[in-house]
């Protein structure tokens, strides 16, 4: 079946613009992650949603980030007032705990994001 | 939070040798750790996990171990080939779902 998809894949915006960066899980998967990723970096957790509750904000680096996932399924990313520090990759990722016990996640292709 | 270390950051072998890459974690509570791979430009995919009641996992020829008492975990990979070549991540999940990854290893198999 179809993987974890994200749009767009690349995203130039200026600084002071407003981006949203979308994630369609894999269906049927419960959770889903988003990380940040700088060049030549580990993903860094941004924030972790149960079907349409945020449970865990707390990677968000400032008030200009903001998730949501409102029906459960499709994932939005927006940034407000980009700086140039929020250039990164950005990947979303989805596991179902349906299998028992299973933390497996499924990456995105990520969005590269550039902030000029 | 969880810190997560890992060491080295690139690595070369020998195509047919062995390849190893340790993580240290520090939350005792951590209870997951997957690695991953990620070749250029494209998305990490899980090649391998233990789970923090098992103390070694093996498939086919990558293993990895897991020390709870001194927390840290390893990747061994053996008999290399070029298509080993790429970016490997470690991770430690906390409680709660929150994963912290390490700062990966550029892993190079030189032909």
């Known amino acids: 079946g179809a993987g974890v998809s994200q749009s767009p894949r690349y995203k130039v915006a200026k600084r002071g613009q407003d981006v949203a960066l979308r994630c369609d899980p894999i269906?049927?998967?419960?959770?889903l992650f988003w990380y940040q990723q700088a060049l030549g970096q580990g993903p860094e957790f941004l924030t972790y949603?149960?079907?349409?509750?945020?449970?865990?904000k707390s990677g968000l680096p400032s008030d200009r980030f903001f998730a949501e996932r409102p029906e459960g399924s499709v994932s939005t990313l927006k940034i407000q007032r980009t700086q140039q520090e929020d250039s990164a990759v950005y990947l979303c990722a989805s596991s179902s705990r349906r299998a028992l016990n299973s933390y497996e996640q499924y990456f995105g292709p990520g969005t590269r994001l550039t902030v000029t | 939070g969880e810190n997560v270390e890992q060491h080295p950051s690139t690595l070369s072998v020998q195509e047919g040798d062995s390849a190893v890459i340790k993580c240290t974690y520090s939350d005792s509570a951590s209870n997951y750790f997957p690695w991953y791979k990620q070749e250029l430009g494209k998305r990490p995919q899980l090649i391998i996990d233990?789970?923090?009641?098992?103390g070694e996992k093996k498939d086919q020829r990558i293993a990895v171990t897991l020390n709870k008492t001194a927390k840290h975990f390893s990747l061994h990979i053996t008999e290399t080939q070029p298509e080993d070549s790429a970016v490997y991540f470690c991770?430690?999940?906390?409680?709660?779902?929150?994963?912290?990854f390490g700062t990966g290893t550029s892993l190079t198999v030189i032909p």
């Open positions: 233990i789970r923090s009641n098992v």
């Open positions: 949603f149960q079907n349409e509750a945020q449970l865990d």
């Open positions: 269906s049927g998967h419960v959770s």
């Open positions: 991770a430690a999940k906390r409680l709660g779902n929150q994963f912290y």
